[in-house]
């Protein structure tokens, strides 16, 4: 396996422009944790919505450099836009972009949030099976649930320039990596058996096998992984990124880790416990983790749990 170089990070903030949940009153705001303000002109008329997807906002900065990423777009056409206007971002600072897979609730803001990024020919890297037609869910027979896929020539017309990739892919000069397909080698971590794909009128069993994560490295700490959905499995793409970049510590596991639902319920006390032997200093589950499976993780690493929210910014320092 050959590895990737990734750059060392004096300070990491992830700021999150989409979430499954909000409490704007919630008041706890620490070094790490910066939750949105609920206000505009000193008066409570500020919202910050929540909604069942994703998107985050991600700058390395080392001495007085700072580059800046997109990672993943939400759901809705206009949520994680309007959470960015909310929360004052400016989204020109972006300068490459990521897509985690092709699930709508990842890649449904796209237009909108390429509009308020302003750019043309911006590289979007993604897996090339992001784009697989005729994807559905099949919760129980008969009952068919359409899935839409991104279309090449709508993302290019908003102006991004696509990157396909399979492998491991440096961005931002080795800032971040974007992990490509990652392999599944636990023995829980089986993928999503209610999703399918249509192929020359076949019904064939959807592995997601493009779902991936990006993977950054804070000075003197270790890895900081942010996943979409973690199709592939969490602890799959743990152990894959530290395979890739060589570094063994862990200092954050953050993302959507796909827990909920009664399909997943029972790997939760499996993934717990093997996150526990990979000892994160923080695991900050989002959107798909589902609530049992976040209580999980408090209940087992009170220390290292963080709960995230839509508006949150987390800071990481070396």
């Given at each position: 396996?050959?590895?990737f170089k990734v750059n060392e990070i004096d300070k990491i903030e992830i700021l999150t422009l989409e979430d499954n949940y909000i409490d704007i009153a919630?008041?706890?705001?620490?070094?790490i944790v910066s939750r949105p303000a609920p206000l505009k002109d000193m008066q409570l008329a500020?919202?910050?919505l929540a909604e069942h997807g994703f998107s985050a906002l991600v700058s390395c900065t080392t001495k007085d450099r700072t580059r800046t990423m997109l990672f993943d777009f939400g759901f809705s056409r206009d949520i994680a836009a309007r959470n960015a206007d909310a929360l004052n971002v400016d989204l020109?600072?972006?300068e490459t972009a990521v897509l985690s897979h092709g699930h709508i609730d990842h890649f449904g803001g796209l237009t909108e949030m390429a509009a308020k990024i302003g750019k043309r020919g911006l590289e979007l890297v993604v897996h090339p099976a992001a784009f697989k037609p005729n994807r559905y869910l099949l919760p129980v027979p008969g009952f068919k649930i359409g899935m839409p896929s991104p279309e090449k020539?709508?993302?290019e017309e908003a102006g991004f320039r696509i990157v396909e990739t399979k492998e491991p892919y440096s961005l931002l000069d080795e800032d971040v990596l974007f992990l490509g397909e990652i392999p599944r080698r636990t023995s829980f971590e089986k993928g999503m058996p209610t999703a399918f794909y249509e192929e020359n009128g076949k019904e064939i069993w959807d592995a997601i096998?493009?779902?991936t994560a990006i993977a950054m490295n804070i000075r003197g700490k270790g890895l900081v992984i942010l996943s979409g959905c973690a199709h592939s499995g969490i602890i799959n793409t743990v152990k894959y990124a530290q395979e890739v970049t060589g570094i063994n510590k862990v200092h954050v596991v953050m993302g959507g880790f796909h827990l909920t639902g009664p399909v997943f319920e029972p790997i939760i006390n499996d993934t717990v416990k093997s996150m526990k032997e990979i000892r994160p200093d923080y695991v900050i589950p989002t959107h798909c983790t589902g609530r049992k499976a976040a209580l999980a993780f408090e209940k087992a690493m009170p220390d290292q749990f963080i709960l995230n929210m839509s508006g949150t910014k987390?800071?990481?320092?070396?």
């Open positions: 396996m050959d590895r919630s008041g706890d705001n620490s070094a500020n919202s910050i020109a600072e972006v020539g709508k993302i096998e493009e779902d987390l800071t990481f320092v070396a």
